[in-house]
Structure formats: structure tokens, C-alpha cells
């Protein structure tokens, strides 16, 4: 079975200031990883999704993440924050093959300090 | 073009009460998941359909839990007797084909909360 971790339910960082939120995977065998943001108040957006091309994956909004093996990672990160990324970010992963299902990480809110 | 919808919103009900929450997907997507999400947690699987077909009903959490997709578009869940445990954001998600690295599209929610 797959599970996520991320570390840091809450995490906050100065407005220009890199954001890095950090997933740890579990799972017999590399799978797919998503990371999903929330807004107040609407529904999940799907920010980037690694499916096994390049492990560096680039998404919306300046956010990137990179894919490593090694350490079982997903970390997600963006070079400078900026207010309207004041959210909530959740990792998620889904086995390659089979059964569909997404199964998420329980969220880091971050908070922009101005 | 239009995202998924779901209905209603917000839904307030008593303990004991049935409630159907209704979840109408982006046209054509083939897969429909749904979700439940615990306040300051992740979404957790239910269930999910590929067109009208059930393939996966293991997050269910009892007997009460029930969903359909009659024809292969629009989903009910439904909960009988319903608990004050079962007050939650449910979420409903679709995708346009069937493969793993697809993105599920998430609707905004229906807030259950049950008195």
C-alpha cells in the first residue's frame, strides 16, 4: 500500500522568501505523485504531477518538485513566495497500475509573512 | 468550460436522517471519485466508478455508505442513518480517461454536518 508523509503541518515564510514543503512517499514500487493545492473555501487544483519522465517537474504558478528515488521525496518548492500562495498543499500518490485511487498526505497550510 | 459540480454546497441534517450528496462530473470524463476529508486532514478515498461501474468501493466505511452512477455521468452518495461521525467536506473528482497518470479534477465540496 502507498503512503504519503509531509513534514510541517504548518509552514511559514517571508514574502520573497523560497517555499520548500516537503512529501515522503512509501511504496514497493516508484509511483505517480501529485501535489494538490486548496484555497479557502474550493475545490483541490492540481498544481504538478510526476508519471516517471522527468524527475524534475515543472507546474503552475512558479512551483516546482523534484522526484528523487533515493530519498523517497517529493519536495515541492517555488524560488519566491508570494502572498497569493497562502494556502493549503497536500502530496498525494496513486500505484502505478490497478486501483486509481489517490491517497494524500494530511496537508501543510502555508502562511506568507509580509 | 464547466468544472465538477457538486450539490448542495452546505447540508445540515439530524442524527439518523438519510442525506444524498450529488455530484455532477466535467462532460465526457470517464472516471468519478469520490472523497472524504476530515477537518485538518487529507482527502481519503471512498469509492470510485469507471463509467456507470463501481470498481473500487473498499473506503466505504460501512454498510451505510452507498453511491451510484447509473448512467455513467452524474454520482449519488448517499448515507443512511447518518452519525454525527459523518460530518465532513465530501469530494467529488473526475478524470478524463482511464490511467494513473490522468489529473482528477475536484469538485468544491458539500460540507456535511450532522447534529
Known amino acids: 500500500a502507498q503512503s504519503v508523509t509531509q513534514l510541517g503541518s504548518h509552514v511559514s515564510v517571508s514574502e520573497g522568501a523560497l517555499v520548500l514543503l516537503r512529501c515522503n512517499y512509501s511504496?514497493?514500487?516508484?509511483?505517480?505523485l501529485f501535489w494538490y493545492v486548496q484555497y479557502p473555501n474550493q475545490g483541490l487544483q492540481l498544481l504538478l504531477k510526476?508519471?516517471?519522465?522527468?524527475?524534475l517537474v515543472k507546474g503552475i504558478n512558479g512551483f516546482e518538485a523534484e522526484f528523487k528515488k533515493s530519498e523517497t521525496s517529493f519536495h515541492l518548492t517555488k524560488p519566491s513566495a508570494h502572498m497569493s500562495d497562502a494556502a493549503e498543499y497536500f502530496c498525494?500518490?496513486?500505484?502505478?497500475?490497478?486501483?486509481?485511487?489517490?491517497?494524500f498526505g494530511t496537508g501543510t497550510r502555508l502562511t506568507i509573512i509580509p | 468550460g464547466a468544472g465538477v459540480s457538486q450539490s448542495p454546497r452546505y447540508k445540515v441534517t439530524k442524527r439518523g436522517q438519510d442525506v444524498a450528496l450529488r455530484c455532477d462530473p466535467i462532460?465526457?470524463?470517464?472516471?468519478l471519485y469520490w472523497y472524504r476529508q476530515a477537518l485538518g486532514q487529507g482527502p481519503e478515498f471512498l469509492t470510485y466508478?469507471?463509467?456507470?461501474?463501481?470498481?473500487?468501493k473498499s473506503g466505504l466505511p460501512n454498510d451505510r455508505f452507498s453511491a451510484e452512477r447509473p448512467e455513467g455521468s452524474i454520482s449519488t452518495l448517499t448515507i443512511q442513518r447518518t452519525e454525527q461521525r459523518d460530518s465532513a467536506m465530501y469530494r467529488c473528482?473526475?478524470?478524463?480517461?482511464?490511467?494513473?497518470?490522468?489529473?482528477?479534477?475536484f469538485g468544491p465540496g458539500t460540507r456535511l454536518t450532522v447534529l
Open positions: 473528482a473526475s478524470s478524463l480517461v482511464l490511467a494513473g497518470t490522468d489529473t482528477q479534477y
Open positions: 511504496s514497493s514500487v516508484p509511483p505517480y
Open positions: 510526476y508519471t516517471s519522465a522527468a524527475t
Open positions: 498525494a500518490v496513486r500505484a502505478r497500475g490497478g486501483n486509481e485511487k489517490l491517497t
Open positions: 462532460s465526457g470524463h470517464v472516471s
Open positions: 466508478f469507471n463509467y456507470e461501474a463501481q470498481q473500487d
